[in-house]
C-alpha cells in the first residue's frame, strides 16, 4: 500500500493545478490554495481556469471523492500538511530576472503558519540558488520564543522541522496532465535524507524514475533542459534561413537529420520561433544568471537572438513583396503561441499582429480558443491606423483575403487544402510559419505560397 500523504499546492495556474490534481489523482490528499476567491469557487464546481485535455474530468472526479480541495484560506491548509507545493508564478521582469515576490509571499505565509513538520517544495522555476534562499527566509520567519529563535542551531526548528527541497516541472502546455503522470522523470533536489525520503514516497504510486540530486543541480536541470530545447528550435531557424538562401528544404534536412539517435526525432522543427510561458523566460533568466556570475553563455545567447528575429520573419518576407499593408484585408490564421492552448504568451501573432496594424492592415483573425485572451489587448475593430476583426470561420478570414498569415498550426488550419486559398483570397498569397503545406501542392493550385526555410 502506497504511503499518503496530506499536500497543499499553494499557486493554481498551470504548475500548481496539474500537480495538484495529479498527486490527488494518485491517492494523496490536496488541498490548492489560491488568493482569488473566484478561482477558487469555480474550481470548486468542476471548472478548470486553464484549457487543458483531461484535467476538468480529473478534477471532477478528484473532488467528488474528497481527495482534492480549493481554498483561498491559506492557513487552515499549510497547517495540516506533511508538505507544501508552491507552484506560483516566477514571472520574467524587464532585465531578464524572475521576479521571486510571489514565491517570497507564500513562503512567509508558510514560516507564519505551521505548527508541524513539513516540507516545503519549490515547483516553480526558480533561479540556481533560489531554494537555499527560500529555506532562509521561512526560518528568518518562524515563530520565536520570546525573541530567540527557536531553532536548535541546524537551520532547523526545535519543535518543528521545516526543509524547501526543489522539484522542477516539465510539463508542456495542452498535454499538461499526460507530462505529469507519465513523466519522462521527476527530478527531486534535496539537503537531507529526510527531504529526499519524503519525496520519493509522494512519487511512488506515479512509477516513475526519479532523479534525486542536491538542491542546486535539481534547478540547474530544469533550465539545462528547457534551454537546450530552445536551443534546438533556434538551431533548426538558423539552418532553416541558410537553406533558403542556398535553395535546400529544412524539411527534408530534420528528416535526414532525425535518424541519427544522438540527435532525436523531436523539436526539429523550423517556423517562427519558440513562445509560451517557459523557452522564452528560462533562456533570458539563465542568461541573465550567468551574466550575474560574470560568465558570458554564448549558446543560450544565440538561441534567443535567432528567436528573436525570427518571430518577425513573415512580416519581412512579405513586407519585401508588398509595397504597404495599409487597406490591405489580412487574414491570420492562429494566435496562440502553439496548439491545444489558449495561452498567447510570447506568441508569434503578438509580434506580427501590431506591426501589420501599423500599416494599416484590416485584419480577419481565425483560432479557435485564443480570440477572447487577444481581444484584451487589442479589442474588435479600429486599433491605430488599422483594424481587427475576429471571425468564427477559416472560410471568414480568407474570403477576400488580400494576403494570409499562419501562425499557428491548429489541425483545422493544417486541413486547409490548397484550392480553399485558392477559390476564397482575392489574391491567393500565403506566408506560412509552421511548414504546414507541401511547396508543390500549393504551386499547383496555384497559390503563392512562402514558408520557413523551403
Ligand atoms: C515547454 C517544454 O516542452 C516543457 O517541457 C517545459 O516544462 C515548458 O516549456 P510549452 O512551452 O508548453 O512547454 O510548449 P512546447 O510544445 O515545448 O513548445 C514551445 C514552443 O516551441 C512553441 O511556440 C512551439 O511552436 C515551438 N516549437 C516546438 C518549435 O518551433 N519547433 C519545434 O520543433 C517544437
Redesign the pocket.
Known amino acids: 500500500k502506497n504511503h499518503l500523504f496530506k499536500i497543499a499546492v499553494a499557486g493554481t495556474g498551470y504548475v500548481g493545478l496539474v500537480a495538484g490534481v495529479c498527486f490527488a489523482e494518485v491517492g494523496h490528499h490536496v488541498t490548492c490554495v489560491d488568493i482569488d476567491k473566484n478561482k477558487v469557487e469555480l474550481m470548486k464546481s468542476g471548472v478548470s481556469p486553464i484549457y487543458e485535455a483531461d484535467l476538468e474530468e480529473l478534477m471532477q472526479k478528484n473532488y467528488a471523492a474528497g481527495r482534492l480541495e480549493y481554498t483561498s484560506d491559506y492557513k487552515s491548509a499549510y497547517r495540516e500538511a506533511d508538505a507544501i507545493f508552491i507552484g506560483v508564478g516566477t514571472p520574467e521582469q524587464p532585465d531578464g530576472s524572475s521576479n521571486l515576490s510571489y514565491i517570497a509571499k507564500v513562503a512567509r505565509q508558510i514560516a507564519e503558519t505551521i505548527e508541524k513538520d513539513c516540507l516545503v517544495v519549490v515547483k516553480s522555476?526558480v533561479p540556481v540558488g533560489t531554494n537555499d534562499k527560500v529555506e532562509q527566509f521561512i526560518h528568518d520567519f518562524l515563530p520565536r520564543d520570546g525573541g530567540k529563535p527557536t531553532g536548535n542551531g541546524n537551520g532547523v526548528g526545535e519543535d518543528i522541522r521545516v526543509e524547501v527541497a526543489s522539484n522542477p516541472?516539465?510539463?508542456?502546455?495542452?498535454?499538461?496532465v499526460r507530462?505529469t503522470l507519465q513523466a519522462a522523470r521527476i527530478v527531486i533536489g534535496t539537503e537531507s535524507k529526510w527531504a529526499e525520503n519524503i519525496l520519493m514516497k509522494i512519487y511512488e504510486p506515479f512509477n516513475i524514475p526519479v532523479v534525486s540530486v542536491k538542491r542546486r543541480s535539481a534547478e540547474m536541470i530544469?533550465y539545462a533542459?528547457?534551454d537546450f530545447?530552445?536551443l534546438?528550435?533556434s538551431y533548426?531557424?538558423d539552418i532553416a534561413n541558410l537553406c533558403e538562401l542556398v535553395e535546400a528544404d529544412i524539411q527534408d534536412v530534420s528528416r535526414g537529420m532525425s535518424f541519427d539517435e544522438r540527435i532525436g526525432s523531436?523539436?526539429?522543427?523550423?517556423?517562427?520561433?519558440?513562445?509560451?510561458?517557459?523557452?522564452p523566460k528560462?533562456t533570458k533568466a539563465l542568461e541573465y544568471l550567468a551574466r550575474q556570475n560574470g560568465y558570458e553563455l554564448k549558446t543560450v545567447k544565440a538561441a534567443i537572438d535567432v528567436n528573436t528575429s525570427q518571430k518577425t520573419i513573415l512580416f519581412k518576407k512579405a513586407s519585401k513583396r508588398l509595397i504597404t499593408f495599409n487597406g490591405l484585408k489580412v487574414a491570420v490564421l492562429g494566435l496562440t503561441?502553439?496548439p491545444g492552448?489558449d495561452?498567447l504568451r510570447?506568441?508569434?501573432s503578438l509580434e506580427n499582429i501590431p506591426l501589420l496594424l501599423n500599416q494599416g492592415a484590416e485584419i480577419h483573425a481565425f483560432d479557435p480558443v485564443g480570440k477572447s485572451n487577444f481581444s484584451k489587448e487589442y479589442p474588435e475593430g479600429r486599433n491605430g491606423k488599422g483594424s481587427i476583426k475576429y471571425v468564427e470561420s477559416i472560410r471568414e478570414a480568407l474570403e477576400g483575403a488580400n494576403v494570409c498569415f499562419v501562425f499557428?498550426?491548429w489541425g483545422e488550419i493544417k486541413e486547409i487544402q490548397p484550392e480553399v486559398y485558392k477559390t476564397l483570397m482575392r489574391i491567393p498569397l500565403v506566408y506560412d510559419g509552421?511548414n504546414l503545406y507541401g511547396v508543390q501542392d500549393m504551386k499547383e493550385a496555384g497559390v503563392e505560397y512562402y514558408s520557413i526555410g523551403r
Open positions: 522555476t516541472e516539465f510539463l508542456a502546455q495542452g498535454t499538461a507530462d530544469k533542459s528547457n530545447l530552445a534546438k528550435i533548426m531557424n523531436k523539436f526539429l522543427n523550423a517556423g517562427i520561433g519558440y513562445g509560451g510561458s517557459c523557452f528560462d503561441f502553439k492552448t495561452d510570447e506568441a508569434a499557428t498550426e509552421r
